[in-house]
């Protein structure tokens, strides 16, 4: 009855999760349709080439950037526009990127812009929505917006400026961007579930940290795309804000793609990846404590982030080949190709443009091929993902004790060989990896004397003394039994060396409160040989090595030469 209640909870959760990827790609299809084939109109004008200078001349609103000479301080300009009448209940709405504005009506200020005046955010608002309700008039009425720009080697901008009704210059601003909106969201959604799904399967050893990084690639630039989308602003406000979450996401995605690259690539390409993520760790750290302590705004360290990006094009090729070496993965190349073909096409041009100054195309460049990249491994990790997950409790509970031994409960051969692929790809990155091998002393004498329930009795004490000498490394380490009376213990942290001298002495004080049992009719006594590994050698040369460390102490124990 329990069993089929636990059948029947995995069947429905399972539905639940199918449901809810089924409504987020119905919800991402619905946003690309209503974004190319809605027909609704709009009762809202765009005055974005309406605009004339001082001099009277038609402007654009893309290079503001004028300087006092003497003291370098941003000096206000001023475009103005005519309107014949304004209707009533009709606003104006407006973004002013990396620059603030006023709005002056008939000469009067009716809108003024707030400056920042925090070291957290910076000198720029970022990305900021103007809403400002305008009296109805039949006369024509002057409009000026005086633009100051907030940083001196760029120019400010004021797009998206619609004269109308206030919910139907909500409405079109939100179906022009809505597409990328969805898109950001579906991919934070997904950042969020690979991460949350790396930590469920990695109690399973059957997740590589390369899926951790994965997630949070994926979830830092859907961070970026989010903010980048302008729709978050529209909706809460607080630019400011979604501003620095922008940036510091910004600021993290060359890093986290790096040591994606670290934890599966090989050789020179892996070389070129520890250095790579150093180098993006450093500017990340740096550019982060200079923004918040007011020394460097992140918009003058970004130069070192864009660099950054452009150089990812040697690791983002190689990274989704390095999924195709599976067999069973091949049948999706005619997925990955095109979407290569559009990455690497789109960061060339990206280069071009960045070479030539050209920063606002090269940025959507970039972000196209952050995109492909990202669904190039998603393409590769989704059925991964999925096939683990759909297993449920129930096979979870069957793997378990398919790598379990039955006496001691520690994991046994099988389970040992199940995690030597990943123990290689630890030693492969050069990460530190502890072998620990253990032998009991004098069982064959134990079972020939006291019989095999006594000897049955001390295998058991020693997997509860090693459970009890590492209780408190569960993550770290990981105990089997691999014969008869040996035992092995893997310790995969950087501080392997202290782990083993505190768990070996927990072990020892184990073994003499056990000794003082009475009638137990036997000493415990266990034999150990401790090896630290660093790249360099093999998990079977090792474990050799660890082996024969296990046999001197035995020798050393039993007080012969």
């Known amino acids: 009855m329990k069993q089929t209640i636990k059948d029947f909870a995995n069947t429905t959760l399972l539905r639940i999760v199918n449901w809810g990827f089924y409504l987020i790609i119905a919800v991402s299809l619905w946003g690309v349709l209503i974004r190319f084939f809605s027909l609704t109109s709009f009762d809202a004008v765009d005055l974005s080439h309406s605009w004339k200078d001082t001099t009277g001349g038609y402007c654009t609103l893309s290079g503001f950037g004028v300087y006092d000479g003497e003291t370098g301080e941003p000096v206000p300009q001023s475009v103005y526009c005519r309107l014949d009448k304004v209707e009533p209940d009709t606003a104006i709405i407006f973004r002013a990127r990396s620059c603030y504005a006023n709005l002056y009506v008939n000469g009067v200020l009716i809108h003024e812009d707030y400056n920042i005046h925090s070291p957290l955010y910076g000198n720029s608002p970022g990305s900021r929505w103007h809403v400002v309700s305008l009296s109805a008039s039949k006369l024509p009425v002057s409009l000026c917006l005086e633009v100051t720009t907030c940083y001196a080697n760029s120019k400010g901008l004021i797009d998206h400026i619609y004269l109308g009704s206030a919910q139907d210059i909500y409405r079109k601003v939100t179906f022009e961007h809505i597409f990328g909106f969805i898109l950001s969201s579906f991919l934070l959604i997904c950042g969020f579930v690979i991460i949350i799904l790396y930590f469920y399967m990695r109690k399973g050893q059957t997740a590589g940290k390369d899926l951790l990084y994965l997630g949070l690639a994926t979830f830092f630039s859907a961070q970026w795309l989010g903010a980048e989308s302008m729709l978050w602003q529209l909706f809460i406000g607080h630019s400011e804000i979604i501003h620095l979450w922008g940036y510091t996401a910004l600021v993290a995605i060359p890093t986290s793609y790096g040591m994606m690259a670290v934890y599966r690539l090989k050789g020179k390409l892996h070389t070129f990846s520890i250095i790579y993520s150093l180098v993006s760790a450093v500017a990340m750290i740096a550019s982060v404590i200079m923004q918040l302590f007011g020394i460097m705004d992140f918009h003058y360290s970004l130069m070192i982030t864009r660099i950054l990006l452009v150089i990812l094009i040697p690791l983002m090729v190689p990274l989704v080949l390095s999924y195709m070496k599976n067999d069973r993965q091949k049948a999706k190349k005619h997925i990955i190709f095109p979407l290569l073909g559009i990455l ?218």
Do not use: W
């Open 344 to 561: 690497v096409v789109c960061v060339t041009v990206a280069l071009v443009k960045y070479i030539l100054g050209s920063y606002d195309d090269y940025s959507s460049y970039v972000r196209i091929a952050l995109l492909c990249f990202l669904l190039c491994l998603i393409v590769y990790q989704f059925q991964h993902i999925v096939t683990t997950f759909s297993k449920g409790m129930k096979a979870d509970m069957l793997h378990d004790l398919a790598l379990t031994d039955y006496m001691t409960g520690l994991y046994n051969r099988t389970a040992f060989n199940e995690h030597v692929p990943e123990y290689n790809h630890i030693i492969d990155s050069f990460s530190p990896l502890g072998i620990i091998q253990f032998d009991v002393n004098n069982l064959k004498k134990v079972n020939d004397t006291l019989g095999h329930e006594k000897g049955d009795m001390m295998i058991k004490a020693v997997a509860d003394g090693l459970r009890y000498a590492f209780v408190h490394y569960d993550k770290e380490c990981a105990s089997y039994r691999t014969g008869g009376d040996e035992f092995l213990t893997i310790i995969n942290a950087l501080n392997a060396d202290e782990i083993y001298n505190t768990c070996i002495a927990r072990l020892k004080h184990y073994c003499e409160d056990f000794n003082k049992r009475p009638d137990l009719g036997f000493t415990l006594t266990i034999a150990h040989g401790y090896v630290l590994i660093k790249g360099g050698r093999t998990l079977e040369e090792a474990i050799d090595e660890a082996d024969a460390l296990m046999y001197e102490n035995k020798r050393m124990l039993k007080g012969l030469k």
